[in-house]
């Protein structure tokens, strides 16, 4: 069983957002990894143990592969990986993705994924539901036709099994949308993305997290993997940002103390705002 997990390095949620020509500002002193990818993450471990538990595969068979598109300060994302139990990170990095779009993150991610197909099958590609310094939530659905693979999205509870017992593993997710709750499947090889409820993505343990300082991050070019420059970067983007600015601050609440008026005092303040 050979997994691999895409995952992110983003902007601390709690610290202040900085843009810079249109992008945002990433530095290893605020940045993470995609807190939902640690469930993607969660979701791929979790599979490699169950298969051994069963006695699917060895003991010392199963893989699970972190793959990231970032510059240098991306290593953060990957050194948490590894504190969280992944065998093997890779960042691909160059200074022509800077400013890569949602089309061509996913064309740049499913090249990594087919030179890692390469060296040995891949069984399953998972990702977190979203991005928190985008929240576009499209990348696994364009990665998904990258690769070819059947896509099952927003999975909140996830499984393997052989229901005809002919050796073909299928993977089946319960999702739910709105007021439905969806029951897919799919043959391997194939992609999932899981939801911030599939799962508890757990607490590293000290021995991983000392591990971690020093594991080594394969870094790769897209020449490496054989990518086409005009795919990806700012010359292959379908959308640019213009400009960005911080949101305005909110003005000063306004308390009015009900003497019987306050009815009239609220419907003043919804007409003087165009709230009625």
Not at 72 to 81: I, S, T
Not at 164 to 180: A, F, K, P, Y
Not at 237 to 251: F, K, W
């Amino acid at each position: 069983m050979r997994i691999v997990v895409t995952a992110k390095y983003v902007p601390d949620i709690n610290t202040e957002r900085g843009f810079s020509d249109g992008r945002v500002v990433r530095t290893a002193g605020e940045g993470t990894l995609n807190e939902l990818d640690e469930n993607a993450i969660e979701a791929a471990l979790r599979i490699v143990e169950a298969e051994r538990a069963a006695g699917r595969i060895g003991a010392a068979e199963g893989e699970v592969v972190v793959v990231t598109m970032a510059g240098p300060d991306g290593d953060v994302a990957l050194r948490k990986a590894f504190q969280l139990g992944v065998d093997r990170g890779i960042r691909v990095s160059d200074d022509a993705l800077a400013g890569s779009d949602y089309f061509g993150t996913a064309a740049v991610l499913a090249a990594a994924v087919r030179k890692l197909g390469d060296e040995a099958p891949v069984d399953l590609v998972v990702t977190g539901m979203a991005a928190l310094d985008g929240l576009g939530s499209v990348v696994p659905t364009l990665l998904g036709a990258e690769l070819g693979l059947p896509t099952l999205n927003l999975a909140k509870k996830v499984s393997l099994g052989d229901p005809d017992g002919s050796g073909q593993r299928v993977l089946t997710i319960t999702r739910e949308i709105d007021d439905v709750t969806e029951s897919l499947t799919a043959p391997l090889p194939a992609l999932l993305s899981v939801t911030d409820g599939a799962n508890q993505p757990r607490f590293p343990g000290f021995k991983l997290i000392m591990a971690a300082r020093s594991k080594e991050i394969e870094v790769w070019s897209p020449a490496d993997l054989g990518l086409d420059p005009a795919v990806a970067g700012s010359a292959g983007a379908r959308t640019e940002t213009l400009s960005a600015a911080p949101r305005p601050a909110r003005p000063e609440v306004e308390l009015v103390t009900d003497k019987g008026e306050g009815g009239v005092a609220l419907a003043d303040f919804l007409i003087r705002n165009d709230l009625v």
